[in-house]
């Protein structure tokens, strides 16, 4: 991948998205979501630790996997519609090296 | 919830094994990962709030979907080997209402 | 569902249910299912021989795909409720083997 | 890749991508990869018919899922490699467009 000729101001990072990531106006969406996934998961070992019933724990894995893909599938969403595409606007190198990262980051996720 | 010890009066109640949960044994195990998942989503937030890059956010995600089904995988054995294979033993009618309850709980998951 | 009273006369294939295979009662329906499988393979081979429109194509793989997850848990359902809960009360190490065998079935369908 | 200088004759059909569709480079590997799929259909069909045991069958319909992603993450990969791309550098209208279709493809394989 290589980065266009004009400047990030730290163009080491070539990661980056050259303006603000895309979920930056949805971030405390994300970040909410998060906290409660975060409370799933606490809730999860909290059955755990008192000995409930395995299928109700399994039902909440389940709840929690779905709260995960929404997640994924909002980041995926954004990244797409702000990095992605101005990178595929800076010209085809940059958009298809783009594109490459987030087919490799689907492929990662719907094989998790 | 508590463990009844002794056989269950009431057949009412036949959400419950009739004797301990099958992943007591394994209780310490399962809760330490389910701490590292919460720490995971703990994690995902604190990137989502500094703001990093969406594709590694997103590679973190589906590592915390893939320790999610390892759980919901361990769950789903630990319950077939304890509670289903009791109530199989106790007859046809008990058997394949657990063999019901499970593979539902498995249709929720894969489809979660 | 009959319970088998006898012990199976071939022990050597444990791979096999003692009595007929579950899904017998519904193989039809099976292989109906299958046909429309079958033919779902064969219309999306011609919408990439036509050229359609890659998303439309994705549609129709993704619909493929819920048909055949939809499968693998009818097979699955009829596995426990037959062979796996039979085994089951022939005792515990034949249970538990059906009990593993079919929870590493699910991992590789879930995991697939 | 070819950037389309000219805009598109029929935007009437805004489904479509301007140039030629990116899998036709490998259309021939996409329909060999059908007809294998197609064929494990029919080998499923025939297990079923055949009486197979259940966990063989369940194996090779894990097989055929995997096979079934491998073509919608290499259809989506192509697709984003060019149609999107392509849309994207027609405008921002065009590529939001474009990649707002993309994620909801996405999103239904993901579910499926």
Redesign the interface.
């Known amino acids: 991948m290589t980065t266009p000729t004009q400047l990030p101001a730290a163009s080491t990072d070539d ?3 050259h303006t ?5 106006t949805d ?1 405390e969406r ?2 909410a979501r ?2 409660r ?2 409370g799933q ?2 809730g ?2 909290r059955m ?12 909440q ?6 709260a ?2 929404g ?3 909002g ?7 702000h ?3 101005e990178a ?2 800076l010209g ?1 190198e940059a ?2 090296a783009k ?5 490799e ?8």
Do not use: N, P
């Open positions: 990661e980056q998205c603000t990531h895309g979920y930056i971030k994300y970040l998060l906290k996934i975060e998961a606490r999860i070992a755990v630790d008192e000995e409930q019933y395995c299928i109700d724990i399994l039902t894995v389940s709840a929690l996997t779905a995960l893909r997640v994924a599938l980041l995926l969403d954004d990244h797409m519609k990095c992605v595409l595929a606007q085809d958009g298809l594109m490459q990262e987030a087919t980051a689907i492929a990662r996720f719907v094989r998790a």
